[in-house]
């Protein structure tokens, strides 16, 4: 049982430079997340989707972009990366609503030079 | 709007001593609040979870917490602690009717021999 697989683990990107980060979940979940995790700031909400086709902003969601095309899937693009988004990204997922248990995944680290 | 404290970045015990961990909420309706842990290099596992149903709940290895409506506090406390407890402890708050799940900036955990 995988439960929410993150991919790429680790990236280093020149700024000006795009990505996409992948998190898949194999617990049939409704909603997932995106989130980054800064040292003394905790994690910040950059999108959200609450279903299949939708997608919303979070706290922190310029110079991000999310697509949820299929259940399973919520992907996270970076068009024109720059040095402020050196980060730890993880992703999580939950069956209905945040006041369920999230699952994360282990996270991808991303460095932006 | 939904916000967390956590006093204090960093906190240390001894190992056998109790763990108090402070975090107090802000929040418009009842709150549904968590304590998430993460071991380093990896996503974040719920520790426990308040959804109304009981003032103190019990959580996973030995933590609980208690939810004080006066105080908007939901402080973390252990007996005593053991080394496999160091580890960064989020605090988060999710409104009831509300679909994101706010963090606060994390407490880290440190155990001495």
């Known amino acids: 049982n995988a439960g929410v697989t993150q991919t790429p683990k680790f990236r280093v990107l020149k700024t000006g430079q795009s990505m996409t980060l992948l998190c898949a979940q194999d617990m049939n979940h409704e909603y997932m997340y995106w989130y980054r995790q800064d040292p003394g700031m905790g994690l910040r909400l950059i999108h959200y989707?609450?279903?299949?086709?939708?997608?919303a902003k979070g706290e922190v969601p310029d110079g991000y972009n999310v697509s949820r095309l299929k259940k399973q899937n919520f992907l996270l693009g970076l068009e024109s990366a720059a040095p402020s988004q050196t980060s730890v990204y993880f992703c999580a997922s939950s069956g209905q609503t945040t006041n369920e248990k999230l699952f994360f995944g282990s996270g991808t680290q991303l460095s932006v030079l | 709007a939904q916000s967390v404290t956590q006093l204090g970045s960093h906190v240390s015990v001894s190992e056998g001593a109790l763990v108090l961990l402070r975090c107090n909420y802000s929040s418009s309706v009842p709150p549904y609040l968590f304590w998430y842990v993460q071991y380093p290099n990896q996503g974040l596992q719920l520790l426990l979870k308040?959804?109304?149903?009981?003032?103190l709940v019990k959580g996973i290895n030995g933590f609980e917490a208690e939810f004080k409506k006066s105080e908007t506090s939901f402080h973390l406390t252990k007996p005593s602690a053991h080394m496999s407890d160091a580890a960064e402890y989020f605090c988060a708050v999710s409104e009831s009717s509300g679909d994101k799940l706010t963090f606060g900036t994390g407490t880290r955990l440190a155990v001495r021999p």
């Open positions: 308040y959804t109304s149903a009981a003032t």
């Open positions: 989707s609450v279903g299949e086709g939708t997608t």
